[in-house]
């Protein structure tokens, strides 16, 4: 049987939770089975280069501003001659490009991450979702956000999302303005509003009145970082919050780090929460539908209402005071990871649905 060809679109391979599953299914997918390209919408980014060290084919189309119209060409071209029989979108603005250049008439169009927890999707994305042949859904929570919307189960296949464990010899990160004896609470992915890094600030101040040697490393960009600087330096801590901006590899921070903070306020932290856990770091994450399916209260990690900062800080507190507990909760994390979000599961639940199943 000849090998299916499965296009993967994406409008960035920047730092996020569907990034990362994209990364990690490609570049895993069997290739006696499948040949496999990725088609990036926006620009080069480290990931990019890591899936053409790991023999991906991937096609950037540089696009930089919204009526930029020659990658839109560009994608459309590469659906032309590529033909393949799985065109696999994550995410709205993926989707949208797919279906308005017409690129969406393949055997097979399927679509992961357009929608997440809290997000409101508008007519004409719902309108485009229905374009699409089969919906890939990262967990139970997102599948019911999908039925919610009309997507009847025949058309839904639900996965658990993936994270490969790292090795155990990875060496901490060398963090500038960090002490070798300092305790590093660390923040991982885009610093957006909805993010809550102002919220985790926020707590991390509570903090500092108890514990001298604690510093907060926040590792990622976005819109929202110049407000949540300002805002430490406005309650005096700003010498001890460090932005590192994007980081492609995030080994060396997770293990420099002793306990990882997920303070979303709605969607988005899924990829983050994994990382920790398969560096045998505990979590300490907001109570939203998709964390609570990756996060096990008071045995991985612990869960706190969403925006809650005192809540945030009293949980914190509890695992640094409590190094046996971090690291209990940390292997247990590491060992979920291990059970029940592994990349090969992942690759069988999507090489099957490729492949017709």
Same mark, same amino acid.
């Given at each position: 049987?000849?090998?299916?060809?499965?296009?993967?679109?994406?409008?960035?391979?920047?730092?996020?939770?569907?990034?990362?599953?994209?990364?990690?299914?490609?570049?895993?997918?069997?290739?006696?089975?499948?040949? *496999?390209? +990725? #088609? =990036? /919408? @926006?620009?080069?980014? &480290?990931?990019?280069?890591?899936?053409?060290? !790991?023999? *991906?084919? +991937? #096609? =950037? /189309? @540089?696009?930089?501003? &919204?009526?930029?119209?020659?990658?839109?060409? !560009?994608?459309?071209?590469?659906?032309?001659?590529?033909?393949?029989?799985?065109?696999?979108?994550?995410?709205?603005? !993926?989707?949208?490009?797919?279906?308005?250049?017409?690129?969406?008439?393949?055997?097979?169009?399927?679509?992961?991450?357009?929608?997440?927890?809290?997000?409101?999707?508008?007519?004409?994305?719902?309108?485009?979702?229905?374009?699409?042949?089969?919906?890939?859904?990262?967990?139970?929570?997102?599948?019911?956000?999908?039925?919610?919307?009309?997507?009847?189960?025949?058309?839904?296949?639900?996965?658990?999302?993936?994270?490969?464990?790292?090795?155990?010899?990875?060496?901490?990160?060398?963090?500038?303005?960090?002490?070798?004896?300092?305790?590093?609470?660390?923040?991982?992915?885009?610093?957006?509003?909805?993010?809550?890094?102002?919220?985790?600030?926020?707590?991390?101040?509570?903090?500092?009145?108890?514990?001298?040697?604690?510093?907060?490393?926040?590792?990622?960009?976005?819109?929202?970082?110049?407000?949540?600087?300002?805002?430490?330096?406005?309650?005096?801590?700003?010498?001890?919050?460090?932005?590192?901006?994007?980081?492609?590899?995030?080994?060396?921070?997770?293990?420099?780090?002793?306990?990882?903070?997920?303070?979303?306020?709605?969607?988005?932290?899924?990829?983050?929460?994994?990382?920790?856990?398969?560096?045998?770091?505990?979590?300490?994450?907001?109570?939203?539908?998709?964390?609570?399916?990756?996060?096990?209260?008071?045995?991985?990690?612990?869960?706190?209402?969403?925006?809650?900062?005192?809540?945030?800080?009293?949980?914190?507190?509890?695992?640094?005071?409590?190094?046996?507990?971090?690291?209990?909760?940390?292997?247990?994390?590491?060992?979920?990871?291990?059970?029940?979000?592994?990349?090969?599961?992942?690759?069988?639940?999507?090489?099957?649905?490729?492949?017709?199943?």
């Amino acid at each position: 049987m000849p090998a299916r060809t499965i296009l993967f679109v994406i409008s960035s391979l920047k730092y996020s939770g569907a990034a990362r599953q994209l990364c990690l299914l490609s570049a895993s997918l069997p290739r006696d089975s499948f040949r *496999v390209c +990725v #088609a =990036v /919408l @926006g620009a080069e980014t &480290p990931w990019v280069a890591s899936l053409r060290g !790991a023999g *991906v084919e +991937v #096609a =950037v /189309l @540089g696009w930089r501003r &919204p009526f930029d119209v020659l990658p839109f060409v !560009a994608l459309r071209r590469l659906v032309r001659s590529m033909r393949p029989d799985v065109l696999h979108v994550w995410g709205a603005t !993926a989707l949208r490009a797919v279906v308005l250049t017409g690129s969406h008439r393949v055997n097979q169009l399927l679509v992961s991450a357009v929608l997440s927890f809290g997000q409101r999707m508008d007519r004409l994305d719902r309108w485009l979702l229905s374009r699409a042949g089969g919906v890939i859904a990262l967990s139970a929570a997102e599948a019911e956000r999908y039925r919610r919307l009309g997507v009847a189960d025949s058309r839904l296949t639900v996965v658990s999302p993936a994270m490969s464990i790292p090795t155990d010899n990875v060496k901490p990160a060398d963090l500038p303005g960090v002490a070798a004896n300092d305790r590093v609470l660390l923040g991982l992915g885009p610093i957006e509003p909805y993010k809550g890094f102002r919220e985790a600030v926020w707590a991390f101040d509570i903090l500092r009145h108890l514990y001298d040697d604690v510093q907060l490393v926040l590792a990622g960009s976005g819109t929202d970082r110049p407000r949540v600087e300002q805002f430490a330096r406005q309650i005096g801590i700003g010498q001890h919050v460090h932005f590192l901006g994007p980081c492609a590899d995030t080994a060396p921070l997770l293990h420099r780090a002793e306990i990882v903070l997920v303070p979303s306020l709605r969607g988005g932290g899924v990829c983050a929460a994994l990382e920790a856990m398969a560096a045998g770091r505990p979590v300490v994450a907001s109570r939203l539908p998709d964390l609570a399916e990756i996060v096990v209260d008071g045995e991985t990690g612990f869960l706190v209402e969403p925006g809650n900062k005192a809540a945030l800080a009293r949980q914190t507190r509890f695992l640094l005071d409590d190094s046996p507990r971090r690291q209990r909760m940390g292997e247990s994390g590491r060992q979920r990871v291990r059970a029940h979000f592994s990349a090969g599961g992942l690759v069988e639940a999507c090489a099957r649905r490729y492949a017709g199943g």
